[in-house]
T-cell receptor, first 108, second 115 residues
């Protein structure tokens, strides 16, 4: 089992829709979690950290479920500019473990 | 699935020494590897792009003589921080591109602390 798993997609979603994807992690001792956004062939950019109580930043909501060992990202009212690859990152003992990313394509 | 192995995870060194970080693609051939640096609470910053068998392409502001990149094979790229100073303390991450679809796989990162 991979340490961090993501559905590679692509998720094809119409503009304005709500989309959500999950990321599962294998090590229950994982300490912190992040979502990164990456545009084609560019460096990933931190989208948001994921807190135990869940957190929201504008149209983006991140949640953590420690019991089931997954984190989720919800995007509301999707925009064309949201098209990107979303990377899940888990911090375990100060090592960052990266998922392979979920590709999201927003269509007009 | 594809895996990129990066070593070491942690390095603590004295100022003036050189540090080598390795990035290996374990089950695929990586024609292109990327090196990034991340300072606390900031996003990854691309340092350089290396293609197997040729010189690396450095981003503006990155000193090529200080950050030596070698990509001698399709499965290994190394980053050497020469004459490291405390301001070089950072988190360094590599990634490798697999195949024509250019999907990137990331290493686990190296935390460098220069005393």
């Amino acid at each position: 089992r991979k340490e961090v798993e993501q559905d590679p997609g692509p998720f094809n979603v119409p503009e304005g829709a709500t989309v959500a994807f999950n990321c599962t992690y294998s090590n229950s001792a994982s300490q912190s979690f992040f979502w990164y956004r990456q545009d084609c062939r560019k460096e990933p950019k931190l989208l948001m950290s994921v807190y135990s109580s869940g957190n929201e930043d504008g149209r983006f909501t991140a949640q953590l479920n420690r019991a089931s060992q997954y984190i989720s990202l919800l995007i509301r009212d999707s925009k064309l500019s949201d098209s990107a690859t979303y990377l899940c990152v888990v911090n375990l003992n100060y090592q960052l473990i990266w998922g392979a990313g979920t590709k999201l394509i927003i269509k007009p | 699935g594809a895996v990129v192995s990066q070593h070491p995870s942690w390095v603590i060194c004295k100022s003036g020494t050189s540090v080598k970080i390795e990035c290996r693609s374990l089950d695929f051939q990586a024609t292109t590897m990327f090196w990034y640096r991340q300072f606390p609470k900031q996003s990854l910053m691309l340092m350089a792009t290396s293609n197997e068998g040729s010189k690396a392409t450095y981003e503006q502001g990155v000193e090529k003589d200080k950050f030596l990149i070698n990509h001698a094979s399709l499965t290994l790229s190394t980053l050497t921080v020469t004459s490291a100073h405390p301001e070089d303390s950072s988190f360094y991450i590599c990634s490798a591109a697999q195949g024509l679809d250019e999907k990137l796989f990331f290493g686990s990162g190296t935390q460098l602390s220069v005393l």
